[in-house]
């Protein structure tokens, strides 16, 4: 990672456009900031056949975690998260492949075992099928650059839960929940469980491939560079 942002830094100064996936790269390219744009890469379209849930009242929320079940993904945060009193309302459904046994005996651990599914790894197809069943996505991480999960969720129209620097805000839009990691980042995460956006009941292409023609051609427009 290092090595990319130097190389891109030190070609930066020729570029007539500089690409960047999150306000982060803003951050650290501000001396060329007016050839700069925020293009998330992601690239999303949802199933025809994907239904959302039109359900909405439950006797628990349901979150969902989608992807490496990592310990820099924050599945620790959000484990803990589920033994504060703001959530314990609330399941957890997990799927993705990393030591899932650690997790589950994580979750007997801390008491939470009946209200916490890890599921592993499941097919790709399946996971519009979760998201569409949830109540929000999780991305609890410590660090992401773009991450498409919060995309997907929010294709479907699923609230998205992270911290600032998992950078869901650019993917998610007003979907997205950002969460304080100051004074607690547990409590703070359990308590926007309860501060979601209504869930919406429509599907977006806001991420469809058939944006990038316009995207691009707008992008490297000659009138728009110089």
Not at 92 to 104: A, N, Q, S, T
Request: glycine share 6%; aromatic share 4%.
């Amino acid at each position: 990672r290092s090595l990319r942002i130097a190389l891109t830094r030190s070609n930066a100064p020729s570029a007539d456009r500089i690409l960047l996936l999150n306000e982060d790269g803003l951050r650290s390219f501000s001396a060329h900031i007016s050839r700069c744009s925020v293009v998330p890469n992601a690239v999303v379209d949802v199933p025809a056949d994907c239904v959302l849930s039109r359900t909405t009242e439950h006797r628990y929320g349901t979150a969902l975690i989608l992807g490496r079940l990592l310990p820099h993904k924050g599945i620790e945060i959000a484990l803990r998260a589920l033994t504060h009193e703001d959530a314990a309302d609330w399941h957890l459904r997990m799927i993705g492949d990393g030591p899932v046994d650690h997790w589950r005996t994580r979750a007997v651990e801390l008491g939470i075992a009946d209200r916490v599914e890890i599921l592993g790894r499941r097919p790709r197809n399946q996971m519009f099928e979760e998201l569409a069943a949830a109540d929000c996505l999780l991305v609890p991480s410590h660090r992401e650059g773009s991450p498409w999960v919060a995309a997907e969720a929010a294709s479907v129209g699923l609230p998205v839960v992270g911290f600032p620097c998992a950078n869901i805000g650019p993917l998610a839009g007003d979907l997205a929940v950002i969460v304080d990691l100051k004074p607690n980042p547990v409590a703070n995460l359990a308590q926007a469980l309860n501060k979601l956006p209504p869930r919406r009941h429509d599907i977006s292409n806001r991420w469809s491939a058939d944006r990038l023609p316009e995207l691009l051609s707008n992008l490297y427009r000659l009138d728009a560079i110089l």
